[in-house]
């Protein structure tokens, strides 16, 4: 009796053996579930970050906002009617172009009302 005991969990042993450690087997399912949520964060990242560059895509091509500001931050360009004052920190020397009345310490730009009119140098 007790060898059929023996026999009968072997073979329930062998059964169980795919279910638990096979290709398909649960191990094998919880990796992969954990590996489906880790790309779903990836991917809503992704799609924040392209619903972002589409808005900007989109400002780019209608609004003039936005090249506006690009203009002004990366080209330093300036509308009609603005002045422009850098502000050198102490113990700097001004640049070599800079007037003698427009060196100001600190810097920033001042804005004065005028006509609006696309942006120059």
């Known amino acids: ?30 990796d992969l579930q954990k590996q489906v949520a ?16 589409d808005a900007e895509v ?3 091509q209608t609004g003039t906002g936005a ?6 931050s990366e080209l330093g360009m300036m509308k009609d009617g603005e002045v422009f004052v850098q ?9 070599p172009n800079a007037q003698s ?3 100001v310490r600190n810097a920033t730009a001042v804005s004065t009302p005028g006509p609006a009119g696309a942006p120059r140098r």
């Open 87 to 95: 502000i050198v920190p102490k113990g700097e020397n001004p640049p």
């Open 101 to 103: 009345a427009g060196a």
């Open 58 to 60: 989109r400002d780019l």
């Open 38 to 53: 880790a790309q779903r964060a990836v991917n809503e990242g992704m799609r924040a970050r392209n619903a972002a560059l």
């Open 1 to 30: 009796m007790r060898l059929l005991f023996l026999v009968l969990l072997a073979l329930v042993c062998l059964i169980q053996y795919p279910l638990w450690f096979g290709k398909g087997g649960w191990f094998k399912v919880w």
């Open 67 to 72: 090249i506006e500001e690009r203009a002004r």
